[in-house]
T-cell receptor
Framework: GNSVTQMEGPVTLSEEAFLTINCTYTATGYPSLFWYVQYPGEGLQLLLKATKADDKGSNKGFEATYRKETTSFHLEKGSVQVSDSAVYFCALTRVTGNQFYFGTGTSLTVIP | SQTIHQWPATLVQPVGSPLSLECTVEGTSNPNLYWYRQAAGRGLQLLFYSVGIGQISSEVPQNLSASRPQDRQFILSSKKLLLSDSGFYLC???????????FGNGTRLTVT
């Protein structure tokens, strides 16, 4: 079946620290992969995506590379800010399916 | 551009009362529509999805129901709310294929 596994949180970092949130997936065929961010009290926003192996998605300083050989899509940012405090979700979908498969979310808190 | 509207933003309802949450999408046609719930923690639970007018797929049998009376309108209902229905309800849309999900701002439902 299809599933996404994210690293457990919560994660607490100091401002300007390096961020990695691990995400691995299980899927049949060739899924598309996504990272979403949810700020307190809001809906989820698309952060970045990658649709094929070795693609790198990037946005707002965040990056993630689609690694087919390790079935991973880890989220990274070189220098986090207090405003990056949020919950981050990894997700996948398949071209032939109607469903999205989400990880359980990782809460990030950045302290000044 | 496409937009998604979800209302109300917050709702407090007594146990046993009915529920109607509405979601509309603008700027696109024939979207796939979804209802998710976030209870207590961060995880997303898919409740219903629809690929067309009158077509509803239920993922979790419970006292909630969904309807799609128009192409870009998706309604979540209940005849009698339970305490366990409290949570954050999110509507989302996407085009078919591997396109991303786009979320509304959510409805915070508290059943008292």
């Amino acid at each position: 079946g299809n599933s996404v596994t994210q690293m457990e949180g919560p994660v607490t970092l100091s401002e300007e620290a390096f961020l990695t949130i691990n995400c691995t997936y299980t899927a049949t065929g060739y899924p598309s992969l996504f990272w979403y961010v949810q700020y307190p009290g809001e809906g989820l926003q698309l952060l970045l995506k990658a649709t094929k192996a070795d693609d790198k998605g990037s946005n707002k300083g965040f990056e993630a590379t689609y690694r087919k050989e390790t079935t991973s899509f880890h989220l990274e940012k070189g220098s986090v800010q207090v405003s990056d405090s949020a919950v981050y979700f990894c997700a996948l979908t398949r071209v032939t399916g109607n469903q999205f498969y989400f990880g359980t979310g990782t809460s990030l808190t950045v302290i000044p | 551009s496409q937009t998604i509207h979800q209302w109300p933003a917050t709702l407090v309802q007594p146990v046993g009362s009915p529920l109607s949450l509405e979601c509309t999408v603008e700027g696109t046609s024939n979207p796939n529509l979804y209802w998710y719930r976030q209870a207590a923690g961060r995880g997303l639970q898919l409740l219903f999805y629809s690929v067309g007018i009158g077509q509803i797929s239920s993922e979790v049998p419970q006292n909630l129901s969904a309807s799609r009376p128009q192409d870009r309108q998706f309604i979540l209902s209940s005849k009698k709310l339970l305490l366990s229905d409290s949570g954050f309800y999110l509507c989302a849309w996407r085009k078919a294929g591997d396109s991303p999900l786009h979320f509304g701002n959510g409805t915070r439902l508290t059943v008292t």
